[in-house]
């Protein structure tokens, strides 16, 4: 696709971007390493831990990703897709070298100056690790500004974890970061811990005292994970998670991410908990 | 057509008779595409105007509401190929008239323009509005579902127009709103307003407002529907609405869409598309993995009245809704968000 330069002023219209690498993390999840053609785009394109692009492929349609790169690491953007519907079905049918549009970046992002000098709790499950993934990058790019990082994951089976070399070979070598990774059924090779991440959460028993947890996962995963900290007493201010919804245009204006006057995609995804508290029960 | 020279020309205001009308009409047609109330079946809609004749004025709502000039129900926003094409964009540059719109539709758009101006402006949306003047008409016959009054957006317009029309009964007021209306008015060399035409308007600007029968009390009202979110009125409805999405297509000030790819015969060409979407509707909650978060018809309509009647207060600094009634018409149960509110407030 090539496109006139007196139309970048529509918000709907995407950059075309290349699909420069495809890592196969488990049988239903990929990651897309991701450049824009236009190298001044690649270079304009600034975003922050958190935030979301629209993925598309002509004549498929669109769908919003958390882009799971860290903005330290610059000059690409990371896509980990699980297949799902429409567009992540036919993205992982996508090959290298292949053309798709990307646009945003959307909605706000981890409020990562108010983690400064904070011990931070990083609690995952299966693809929710996608979006905390940016951050927890961005924050041992950045190491001497936070405390110490514990880092909570887990997936269905063993197969299901994404990330494995990272976590395993990076993220738990840096100093001061623990990480604690469990599956909910184990298999004849996994010697880790089994059982589902809430109850996990509370057995690794992270402290409230000046840290700030953040969470992703599945709802079902998420609304439990949420009763653990309350127990562990962690303050509703002290909880930052996302929300996902389907959304169409990314900008605010289809409705489709409205819940009650936020929009997801301008005004999340990322939330407190405090703030959830103030939304009309409908997640 | 040769009008009779009058002794003042107009700057701001002009008095028309029914041949001054036409001659406004046709000149308006000779410069620019105009659209404006017009029978259709039976009914009233917008649609393309010559002159005088094609025109209905003497109306009290149209079918849809003037937001299908704006973003059109199906509306392309880039055509592409599929391997390695070029995005081409449609003619926006039109100039076109919107002319005879009630206040209500005139409010409607102004609203529309903090959604689609505000941050992360639509360009095509802005480009099709910056291109076309609205000719407003007072409403002098509200129909029975009408509830603008309560609103403050109508039976008469006050803002957001480039010219205006009462019907005075043996002659039209016309004022000019803004700069491009001023210079048609110097162009057509109509006759300056007397005095007593204002009067007249103030008059039948009273008859109509006395008219309207439906009423919402907006006082403090996004406040007290947050506190009602659990009320029992909305139960009751999950029986009465049958979630067709009629009232969220007629509604003027209803905007949400969905985006689709339309390929065509070949699978390699198509078009990225706008499509007018409803929030009535089941799809339109649907997450990943076959979750719905407004499986029930009690959710999905208690989340268009919230929209009109709370959040969009918040999100935009005005509530929502400008009372066409359309909705009410326009729904098989007649389900109307004046008695949904007054249930609520116990009124």
Same mark, same amino acid.
């Given at each position: 696709?090539?496109?006139?330069?007196?139309?970048?002023?529509?918000?709907?219209?995407?950059?075309?971007?290349?699909?420069?690498?495809?890592?196969?993390?488990?049988?239903?999840?990929?990651?897309?390493?991701?450049?824009?053609?236009?190298?001044?785009?690649?270079?304009?394109?600034?975003?922050?831990?958190?935030?979301?692009?629209?993925?598309?492929?002509?004549?498929?349609?669109?769908?919003?990703?958390?882009?799971?790169?860290?903005?330290?690491?610059?000059?690409?953007?990371?896509?980990?897709?699980?297949?799902?519907?429409?567009?992540?079905?036919?993205?992982?049918?996508?090959?290298?070298?292949?053309?798709?549009?990307?646009?945003?970046?959307?909605?706000?992002?981890?409020?990562?100056?108010?983690?400064?000098?904070?011990?931070?709790?990083?609690?995952?499950?299966?693809?929710?690790?996608?979006?905390?993934?940016?951050?927890?990058?961005?924050?041992?790019?950045?190491?001497?500004?936070?405390?110490?990082?514990?880092?909570?994951?887990?997936?269905?089976?063993?197969?299901?974890?994404?990330?494995?070399?990272?976590?395993?070979?990076?993220?738990?070598?840096? @100093?001061? &970061?623990? %990480?604690?990774?469990? $599956?909910?059924?184990?298999?004849?090779?996994?010697?880790? +811990?089994?059982? *589902?991440?809430?109850?996990?959460?509370?057995?690794?028993?992270?402290?409230?005292?000046?840290?700030?947890?953040?969470?992703?996962?599945?709802?079902?995963?998420?609304?439990?994970?949420?009763?653990?900290?309350?127990?562990?007493?962690?303050?509703?201010?002290?909880?930052?998670?996302?929300?996902?919804?389907?959304?169409?245009?990314?900008?605010?204006?289809?409705?489709?991410?409205?819940?009650?006057? @936020?929009? &997801?995609? %301008?005004?999340?995804? $990322?939330?407190?908990?405090?703030?959830?508290?103030?939304? +009309?029960?409908? *997640? | 057509?040769?009008?009779?020279?009058?002794?003042?020309?107009?700057?701001?205001?002009?008095?028309?008779?029914?041949?001054?009308?036409?001659?406004?009409?046709?000149?308006?047609?000779?410069?620019?595409?105009?659209?404006?109330?017009?029978?259709?079946?039976?009914?009233?809609?917008?649609?393309?105007?010559?002159?005088?004749?094609?025109?209905?004025?003497?109306?009290?709502?149209?079918?849809?509401?003037?937001?299908?000039?704006?973003?059109?129900?199906?509306?392309?926003?880039?055509?592409?190929?599929?391997?390695?094409?070029?995005?081409?964009?449609?003619?926006?540059?039109?100039?076109?008239?919107?002319?005879?719109?009630?206040?209500?539709?005139?409010?409607?758009?102004?609203?529309?323009?903090?959604?689609?101006?505000?941050?992360?402006?639509?360009?095509?949306?802005?480009?099709?509005?910056?291109?076309?003047?609205?000719?407003?008409?007072?409403?002098?016959?509200?129909?029975?579902?009408?509830?603008?009054?309560?609103?403050?957006?109508?039976?008469?317009?006050?803002?957001?127009?480039?010219?205006?029309?009462?019907?005075?009964?043996?002659?039209?007021?016309?004022?000019?709103?803004?700069?491009?209306?001023?210079?048609?008015?110097?162009?057509?060399?109509?006759?300056?307003?007397?005095?007593?035409?204002?009067?007249?308007?103030?008059?039948?600007?009273?008859?109509?407002?006395?008219?309207?029968?439906?009423?919402?009390?907006?006082?403090?009202?996004?406040?007290?529907?947050?506190?009602?979110?659990?009320?029992?009125?909305?139960?009751?409805?999950?029986?009465?609405?049958?979630?067709?999405?009629?009232?969220?297509?007629?509604?003027?000030?209803?905007?949400?869409?969905?985006?689709?790819?339309?390929?065509?015969?070949?699978?390699?060409?198509?078009?990225?598309?706008?499509?007018?979407?409803?929030?009535?509707?089941?799809?339109?909650?649907?997450?990943?993995?076959?979750?719905?978060?407004?499986?029930?018809?009690?959710?999905?309509?208690?989340?268009?009245?919230?929209?009109?009647?709370?959040?969009?207060?918040?999100?935009?600094?005005?509530?929502?809704?400008?009372?066409?009634?359309?909705?009410?018409?326009?729904?098989?149960?007649?389900?109307?968000?004046?008695?949904?509110?007054?249930?609520?407030?116990?009124?």
């Amino acid at each position: 696709m090539q496109q006139s330069s007196a139309l970048k002023k529509s918000p709907l219209i995407p950059e075309v971007a290349t699909i420069e690498k495809i890592t196969q993390e488990t049988p239903d999840v990929k990651t897309f390493r991701v450049v824009f053609d236009d190298p001044s785009v690649m270079d304009g394109f600034t975003y922050r831990s958190g935030q979301c692009a629209m993925v598309s492929l002509p004549g498929v349609g669109e769908a919003m990703i958390s882009i799971t790169a860290s903005p330290t690491r610059k000059g690409f953007l990371e896509f980990s897709v699980k297949k799902a519907g429409m567009l992540t079905g036919a993205l992982h049918e996508a090959e290298e070298g292949q053309k798709i549009g990307v646009r945003g970046p959307y909605g706000n992002s981890f409020p990562i100056e108010s983690m400064y000098g904070k011990d931070l709790v990083f609690i995952g499950g299966g693809i929710g690790l996608a979006p905390l993934r940016s951050l927890i990058n961005n924050v041992l790019d950045n190491r001497d500004k936070f405390g110490a990082v514990e880092i909570i994951y887990g997936a269905r089976s063993p197969q299901d974890l994404v990330f494995k070399e990272e976590i395993l070979e990076n993220w738990s070598k840096v @100093k001061g &970061v623990k %990480v604690h990774v469990t $599956v909910d059924k184990g298999d004849d090779d996994w010697k880790g +811990p089994v059982g *589902f991440v809430p109850a996990f959460a509370e057995q690794v028993n992270p402290s409230p005292a000046g840290s700030i947890a953040i969470t992703c996962g599945p709802p079902i995963m998420i609304k439990f994970v949420l009763q653990t900290l309350a127990k562990l007493k962690f303050t509703p201010e002290q909880i930052i998670t996302t929300l996902e919804m389907k959304m169409k245009c990314g900008v605010g204006k289809c409705g489709r991410c409205n819940i009650g006057e @936020k929009y &997801v995609c %301008v005004d999340g995804p $990322v939330f407190t908990l405090a703030q959830l508290g103030n939304m +009309p029960n409908e *997640f | 057509m040769a009008l009779a020279e009058p002794l003042v020309y107009a700057a701001r205001a002009a008095t028309l008779g029914g041949k001054d009308l036409a001659f406004l009409v046709s000149q308006l047609a000779g410069k620019y595409q105009v659209f404006g109330p017009t029978r259709k079946d039976g009914e009233i809609a917008l649609g393309p105007v010559q002159s005088l004749e094609d025109l209905e004025l003497d109306y009290v709502t149209t079918l849809l509401p003037p937001k299908k000039y704006f973003y059109a129900p199906f509306d392309t926003i880039f055509s592409f190929h599929r391997e390695g094409g070029v995005i081409h964009e449609e003619n926006l540059e039109e100039r076109r008239v919107l002319f005879g719109l009630h206040p209500c539709d005139v409010n409607a758009l102004l609203l529309l323009d903090r959604v689609f101006t505000g941050q992360y402006e639509d360009d095509r949306y802005k480009r099709k509005r910056e291109n076309t003047l609205i000719v407003g008409l007072n409403c002098n016959k509200p129909g029975e579902n009408c509830f603008c009054s309560s609103f403050g957006t109508g039976p008469d317009l006050r803002r957001g127009y480039d010219l205006l029309l009462t019907n005075l009964g043996d002659r039209y007021l016309l004022e000019a709103g803004s700069g491009a209306g001023e210079e048609l008015l110097h162009e057509l060399r109509l006759k300056k307003a007397e005095p007593q035409a204002f009067l007249a308007k103030e008059n039948v600007t009273r008859l109509a407002k006395g008219a309207i029968k439906k009423k919402i009390n907006t006082d403090n009202l996004p406040k007290i529907l947050n506190q009602n979110f659990g009320h029992g009125k909305w139960a009751e409805l999950k029986e009465e609405c049958l979630a067709c999405g009629a009232c969220t297509i007629v509604c003027p000030t209803c905007y949400c869409f969905n985006v689709f790819d339309k390929l065509d015969l070949t699978l390699k060409h198509g078009e990225r598309q706008i499509v007018w979407d409803s929030c009535v509707l089941l799809e339109f909650g649907e997450v990943a993995m076959g979750g719905n978060f407004r499986r029930t018809r009690a959710a999905r309509i208690k989340q268009r009245i919230y929209h009109k009647l709370s959040y969009f207060e918040t999100q935009y600094g005005a509530l929502g809704c400008v009372g066409c009634g359309r909705c009410v018409t326009a729904c098989i149960k007649k389900i109307d968000p004046t008695a949904i509110v007054n249930a609520i407030r116990g009124e």
